[in-house]
């Protein structure tokens, strides 16, 4: 199927700084309408899947989500994003620490679904579904950038098995992308210096992992090949 697939929600989500991005009930219909997506292109028969977004902001929703769930210092985890002067990341740092001193952050720990609600974006929430789905079908699941990675992040802390269906494309450019790697364990197949999101950095890895199948699968033993040991 080409084209965009509506799965519209609302008109954009709150503003968190001053309220949840989303209610709960929301939430949930961003994450099945994210498996919804994945469960149609398994049934088309594909087995391997990767996730990128488009959007501007979510370099903010997915820093606040790695300082929650990667325990990580929010100044550690905030960037340039699509461009900020070192005095706009200053700013855009000052009211992400705002935005979070309205909650609780062991409270947030202790209940995932919550900090997706309240920081999230719906296509991030919609890709956690979507990650999650792949995960229960079996699929292979690469990950792409900052983004992307903040959003396999957030789906561990709910089913914490779906990173062994995972395979990490690229190390981006974004601050924050080599530290959330480091927290999830995760060594990326890449390492190109991209800044640039919407799944490009998974796309790049693709024919790696391609290659690494056909070996595993086609190449020839040295016993196949008629080939004298040697001692």
Known sequence: ?????????????????????????EMNVAIERGAEVVRKIYSEGCNIISFGEMGSGNTSSSSLWMSIF????????????????????????????????RHDLEDLRKHPEKALAAY???????????MLQA??????????????????????????????????????DEAGHKSVLEALHAKPLLNLGL????GTGAICAYPIIESAIRMI???????????TKYF
């Open 1 to 25: 199927e080409i084209g965009v697939i509506d799965k519209k929600i609302a008109k954009g989500t709150k503003n968190y700084l001053h309220e949840d991005a989303m209610t709960l009930e």
């Open 70 to 101: 990667g325990n990580i210092p929010l100044d550690k985890c905030v960037g340039a994003g699509a461009g900020l002067s070192s005095e706009g990341v200053n700013h855009k740092l000052s009211v992400l620490k705002e935005s979070l001193n």
């Open 120 to 130: 999230g974006g719906f296509e991030m929430v919609m890709a956690v579904g979507g």
């Open 135 to 172: 995960a229960e079908l079996g699929m292979t699941i690469i990950i792409d950038g900052f983004i992307m990675t903040n959003c396999i992040l957030a789906a561990s802390k709910l089913h914490p098995e779906v990173l062994e269906y995972c395979v990490f494309g690229h190390q981006g």
């Open 195 to 198: 800044r640039l999101g919407e």
């Open 217 to 227: 699968n086609e190449m020839s033993s040295f016993k196949q090949a008629a080939v």
